[in-house]
Nanobody
């Protein structure tokens, strides 16, 4: 069974740091672009950062300069290093893969279950 599993969320004070991980499991032999999205309380889900299979990155203006997205293709894992956290970063963070190559054919637009990040002031 193919799945994406996030970890690393938690409670942190403003100004602190957290590192999120998203591990892909199952019979996966390729992963195209991946991304981190977040949904703050009472708001719609929004993009935080994306990374292509070759490592090109893109960030939302709200996190640029504070968050760093990366991936380890051999480990099928994506990361989000979050520094200088602010209370407005409080949200459930979701990882996404736009295309997974699997032994049962391609799977598109797969999401993890989310991990909660809470930043206290």
């Amino acid at each position: 069974q193919v799945q994406l599993v996030e970890s690393g969320g938690g409670l942190v004070q403003a100004g602190g740091s957290l590192r999120l991980s998203c591990a892909a499991s199952g019979s996966i032999f390729s992963i195209n672009a991946m991304g981190w999205y977040r949904r703050a309380p009472g708001k719609q889900r929004e993009l935080a950062a994306t990374i292509t299979s070759s490592g090109s990155t893109n960030y939302a203006n709200s996190v640029k300069g504070r968050f760093t997205i990366s991936r380890d293709n051999a480990k099928k894992t994506m990361y989000l290093q979050m520094n200088s956290l602010k209370p407005e970063d409080t949200a459930v963070y979701y990882c996404n893969a736009d295309r997974l190559g699997t032994n049962r054919g391609p799977q598109y637009d797969r999401w993890g279950q989310g991990t909660l990040v809470t930043v206290s002031s």
